[in-house]
């Protein structure tokens, strides 16, 4: 009596209504211990000019909780402009915005290159206010000093016409918009511009050896494999002390 009771107490916590969950496979108590999406169906209205997502086919992805739990194989995409990830349903293809506060991170497969690309869930210094906010970040360089870049898309000031319909329609027009971060250990991650200077002011005290080391490796910080290049070199220059 007391593991039927138990059982149907975990069935009445499931959530129910508009929350969209990936289907379990097998049957018995472990199935309502297997780790779950959630979120709401919902399509991102097209009024702009532009892609707003990061990589616009969906991509093979495995998906890490807050709780620690994993969900692997399903297919992913993100919303730069948004800042959200959505799912595509298997069997119904619906697509489902997921509950972001429930993700620590995800891990995508790029669908063109074969990349693994790692975002994080994660707590940044607002760049517009005082305070923090909460962003998906990539992955770029892990170390005592690691490397984010937030892939966001904006509304770049330009408007364009288009046809919709048979009619003329003025969008706004949509652009990449990258915010990079450097994370020291576990300190909250400050925003950095992609450039020499702007690596010098967030290490002062190692002013000089950045400064000789980009110019013995000929880093001018012109796109972002040299940024990463860069911070590899400031990790080393920190760790050892110089």
Request: no cysteine; hydrophobic share 40%.
């Amino acid at each position: 009596m007391k593991i039927r009771f138990f059982t149907a107490f975990l069935i009445l916590l499931l959530p129910v209504g508009l929350m969209a969950q990936q289907p379990s496979s097998g049957s018995g108590p472990e199935a309502l211990f297997k780790a779950h999406l959630s979120g709401e169906v919902y399509t991102p209205p097209v009024i702009h000019s532009g892609s707003q997502w990061f990589i616009g086919d969906w991509a093979n992805s495995n998906v890490t909780l807050i709780t620690g739990e994993k969900v692997s194989d399903v297919m992913l995409r993100y919303n730069g402009y948004l800042d959200e990830l959505f799912w595509l349903t298997p069997g119904t293809f619906e697509q489902v915005r997921l509950d972001k506060n429930l993700i620590r991170q995800f891990e995508m497969e790029d669908p063109g290159s074969g990349e693994k690309l790692i975002f994080k869930n994660l707590e940044v210094n607002n760049i517009l206010a005082p305070g923090s906010i909460q962003v998906f970040a990539q992955l770029l360089h892990r170390g005592d000093i690691s490397l984010y870049v937030h892939r966001k898309i904006r509304e770049t000031g330009a408007t364009t016409s288009v046809m919709v319909g048979g009619t003329l329609v003025a969008r706004r027009v949509l652009g990449p918009d990258y915010q990079y971060y450097l994370q020291h250990r576990s300190e909250l991650p400050g925003a950095i511009q992609p450039a020499r200077r702007s690596l010098m002011r967030t290490f002062p005290q190692h002013r000089r050896q950045i400064r000789q080391a980009l110019r013995q490796h000929n880093i001018r910080i012109r796109n972002e494999a040299q940024l990463i290049y860069a911070i590899e070199i400031i990790n080393d220059l920190v760790r050892n002390g110089k």
